[in-house]
């Protein structure tokens, strides 16, 4: 595999690097693994032993490129795993917690969210969207309309024309 530009998993990438990781997994012929991650059992005659060592070499593989993929803080999250099904299930249930406090936090830094003349707009949109989909992952998804006007709330009276024009 060569040499491939995704960030390793911090506390504050994950959403990106999921995504990112699965496209090479999938690249790879390794996504399998994870997703559905079902091994194949022995058969009483073990007439399919070179299927099932297959699967536990490729199993590793994908393991091993996932665990390639995570800063040293996240080790601990995985340590004990032994498929790359279980070590992409510990990280999701690590950063996409879905508890009260998550939804609340996520809540609160749309509402806080405020663009300023010169910023760069689609940085900003970005973020928005961004905080959305940590909110819908989290269990909360807004209507597309509530998403509207918290965008729109975000923005300057310097804006006010286009708001009104777009709402018209």
């Not at 032993?49 to 996240?74: F, H």
């Not at 999701?92 to 910023?119: A, S």
């Amino acid at each position: 595999m060569e040499k491939i530009g995704i960030a390793k998993l911090t506390n504050d990438n994950y959403d990106s690097w999921k995504l990112e990781v699965e496209f090479l997994l999938v690249r790879e012929g390794l996504w399998k693994y994870v997703s559905p991650g079902v091994k194949p059992q022995l058969d009483a005659t073990g007439s399919n032993a070179a299927a099932v060592a297959a699967w536990d070499e490729g199993d590793q593989r994908a393991r091993a490129t996932i665990g390639l993929l995570l800063t040293r803080s996240q080790h601990g999250h995985i340590r004990n795993t032994n498929s790359a099904k279980e070590v992409w299930d510990n990280l999701e249930k690590q950063h996409q917690k879905k508890t009260l406090t998550t939804k609340v936090q996520l809540l609160k830094r749309i509402c806080d969210m405020e663009y300023h003349d010169g910023d760069n707009i689609e940085e900003h949109l970005m973020e928005f969207e961004d905080l959305f989909e940590k909110l819908a992952n989290a269990g909360t998804k807004l209507d597309e309309n509530l998403q509207v006007v918290l965008v729109f709330r975000s923005l300057p009276s310097s804006f006010d024309a286009l708001t009104t024009t777009l709402e018209n």
